[in-house]
Every structure is written in structure tokens, then in C-alpha cells.
């Protein structure tokens, strides 16, 4: 098959079709280098310009403040549900603080607990986390290491806004999801990751935003590879890179850029989008059922389930018919999962709302 469906995966997702053709462009050698990135030293000057650009092109998308450094590093979320909490909690003699939205927020906490004392200051679990709590709800100890989020929950498909006020105590992100998918206060935060995969590139890279006085906490004799002093002091390269995901992340940020104008008319998008798919559920009569309580909405992962699980299983079927692929849900939870990142086109939301509509009409 040539012809490209609509993919509505949750990671690894959708990628700009302009970031695809480039990189198709340039697989067999990059301009003025002679050989491909696939190819090229992680020492080399073309490196360096890639990887310079990949900085600089974050820090101009979320306007990142001067004490703040950009790394890239490996392992994905679930290294860094580890290195957050060795990095920063163990041998602290103090407690960390996690707020537990869904899936992602649990596995983060349980290797935090490997580490030292953790506290748990809201859990959804009672209402299947289906909605988020207000900010004003939570009591953060100004006592804590830090405090840990989630910003958007994929499975469960559910989507802070904004931040706790977390006074003297570091905040950190799981922004795995959402990362770059709007505008962030960074100067509220002590360190934000994500993983590539979802709406920045590819899978094998994982980018960190963190404040100088965290790197500066770093203990000494932790291992090389799970200190984030170690990767600020070697640019990124305490080892070997993945060279070609930073690559590609480095086009998606450029496209951001210079195709969508930036990630304030990318969360305007990115809105709209969702709001298509929401619209539907909500006029369905009850056919679709929304998973997500309408305050906690994810602009990322649209999650709902349908009358019986059989005709999921045929929702699921027919759509892939259609060129709608990928929607069935987290095989925790089931239902039906549309996720929606920064690379999925309007049109793709668009056919998939069709659908849908043609879909109840005729099953419900």
C-alpha cells in the first residue's frame, strides 16, 4: 500500500507528510555532507548544526528562559519516571508529591517508590480517572522535593491546563503527549520531559527542559547515563545520540515553525480538531459514550466507548475500511481512542467525524 490512511495511533503517531518527504529527500546523503544521517558522526559539524538547531528552535517555540537547558536523551517516559526520582529524590531525606490522573501517573509513582518516600495528593481513581482535580483542590506540601503531573493522560484521554502553584517546590512534567502541542509557562516549572513519538517525531528520543538550579541538585555519584548533569555537561552526547530521531525532531520543530506559524496557531488547530470529534459525542444521544468528564477534556486523545463491546469491535473494523486506522483503545480500558496530535490533518478529524455520525445513524 502507497497511499497513505489516516493514523489515528497513539504512538508512534502521525507524522507531517512535509517532514516525511523531507527526509525521504535526504536519506541518501544531506545537503552539502555527502552521506546520509543515518551515517553521519554524532561529532560531526553536521551534527552539531542539527542538533544546535533542535535547541534553539525549542527554546524559540516555548520560549524558554536563558536558565533553563535543553537536553536530548534516551529510555523514553519510563527512564524518566527513574531519573527524575534519582536524580532528585533519593538520599534527599525528603518526600516526593505525585498527582495521579491515569495510567501514566501510576507508573511514574511506582518507580519513584523504588527511590524514597513518595506522598500521593489527588488519585482518580475512584471516578476511573475520568476527570482532573481543580488546582485549588490539592495540598502540596512546601516541604516536598518536588511535586510530579502527567499533562495529559493518553489512555484515559484527559488534559490539564495550566499548573499548581507549587511556591519554593520544583514542578515536573510528564509532557510526553502534549508536548509542543500549545504554548507551556516553562519559567513554572523545575523540569518537563517528553517523549518524541506522540506530536514531536519519532520514537528513540526523549527531550527534557531543566532549570539550572535542579542540575546544579544532581548527586555526584550517580551513573553517567541516568544523570542529567552529565548529559547538560556533554551536550547531549555523553554517549551516542539517536542521531536520526533528533534529526527528525528537528524538522517537525521547523515545521511548527515555518509551516504552522507557531504553538499558539498549533493549539488553535489542535482545538478545532478536537472539537469536531467532541461535537459528535456529545450529539449522539448517548450512543458514544465520552470517557473524559467535558472540564478535562484531552485535545490529544479523543476516548469514548460505544453500546456493546461487539459493536466496538465492528466500529473498529469498518473505520479501518475507510482508511481511519488505529483507533481501538488501550487494551486496559478498551473502548475506542482517536488521537489526534499536532501531525494529523483536519481532514483526517473530518472523516473520521463523518464516519462516525454515518456510523450511530446506522447502529443506533
Given at each position: ?220 555519584a550517580l551513573p553517567g547515563m541516568l544523570d542529567y548533569s552529565n548529559f547538560v555537561k556533554n551536550d547531549s552526547r555523553p554517549n551516542t545520540p539517536p542521531v536520526f530521531a533528533v534529526y527528525a525532531f528537528m524538522l517537525v520543530a521547523r515545521w511548527l515553525k515555518n509551516e504552522i506559524g507557531g504553538l499558539e496557531k498549533m493549539a488553535a488547530l489542535n482545538q478545532r480538531k478536537s ?63 482517536a488521537s489526534i496530535y499536532n501531525a494529523m490533518p483536519v481532514a483526517g478529524v473530518e472523516t473520521l467525524a463523518g464516519f462516525m455520525r454515518d456510523f450511530a445513524k446506522r447502529s443506533g
Amino acid at each position: 500500500m502507497t497511499e497513505r490512511v489516516f493514523n489515528f495511533s497513539p504512538g508512534p503517531a502521525v507524522m507531517p507528510v512535509p517532514v516525511l518527504e523531507q527526509i525521504q529527500g535526504e536519506m541518501l546523503a544531506l545537503p552539502g555532507v555527502g552521506m546520509s544521517v543515518l551515517e553521519i558522526s554524532h561529532r560531526s559539524k553536521a551534527f552539531d548544526a542539527i542538533l544546535a538547531e533542535a535547541q534553539a528552535l525549542t527554546r524559540e517555540l516555548l520560549r524558554v528562559p536563558e536558565n533553563y537547558r535543553i537536553i536530548f536523551l534516551q529510555g523514553g517516559a519510563h527512564l524518566q519516571f527513574t531519573m527524575v526520582a534519582m536524580n532528585f529524590l533519593r538520599d534527599s531525606g525528603k518526600t516526593a508529591e505525585y498527582i495521579l490522573t491515569g495510567s501514566w501517573g501510576n507508573a511514574a509513582i511506582k518507580e519513584a517508590q523504588k527511590q524514597g518516600p513518595t506522598r500521593v495528593v489527588w488519585d482518580g481513581k475512584e471516578h476511573n480517572y475520568s476527570y482532573l482535580p481543580k488546582w485549588s483542590e490539592l495540598k502540596l506540601s512546601p516541604e516536598a522535593v518536588y511535586v510530579h503531573f502527567t499533562s495529559n493522560e493518553t489512555i484515559q484521554g484527559i488534559e490539564f491546563v495550566g499548573e499548581p502553584e507549587t511556591g519554593g517546590v520544583p514542578l515536573i512534567c510528564d509532557s510526553s503527549s502534549d508536548f509542543l502541542s500549545r504554548p507551556v509557562a516553562v519559567n513554572r516549572y523545575g523540569l518537563i520531559y517528553a517523549c518524541a513519538q506522540k506530536n514531536a517525531g519519532i520514537a528513540g528520543v526523549t527531550m527534557a527542559v531543566i532549570r539550572d538550579d535542579l542540575v546544579e541538585r544532581v548527586p555526584k555519584a550517580l551513573p553517567g547515563m541516568l544523570d542529567y548533569s552529565n548529559f547538560v555537561k556533554n551536550d547531549s552526547r555523553p554517549n551516542t545520540p539517536p542521531v536520526f530521531a533528533v534529526y527528525a525532531f528537528m524538522l517537525v520543530a521547523r515545521w511548527l515553525k515555518n509551516e504552522i506559524g507557531g504553538l499558539e496557531k498549533m493549539a488553535a488547530l489542535n482545538q478545532r480538531k478536537s472539537k469536531l470529534l467532541y461535537d459528535v459525542l456529545d450529539s449522539s444521544g448517548g450512543f458514544y459514550r465520552p470517557h473524559a468528564r467535558p472540564d478535562s477534556r484531552s485535545q490529544m486523545n479523543v476516548t469514548f466507548r460505544l453500546p456493546s463491546e461487539e459493536l466496538e469491535k465492528t466500529f473498529v473494523q469498518e473505520a479501518t475500511k475507510h482508511q481511519l486506522c488505529d483507533l481501538k483503545g488501550h487494551r486496559s480500558v478498551g473502548g475506542i481512542r482517536a488521537s489526534i496530535y499536532n501531525a494529523m490533518p483536519v481532514a483526517g478529524v473530518e472523516t473520521l467525524a463523518g464516519f462516525m455520525r454515518d456510523f450511530a445513524k446506522r447502529s443506533g
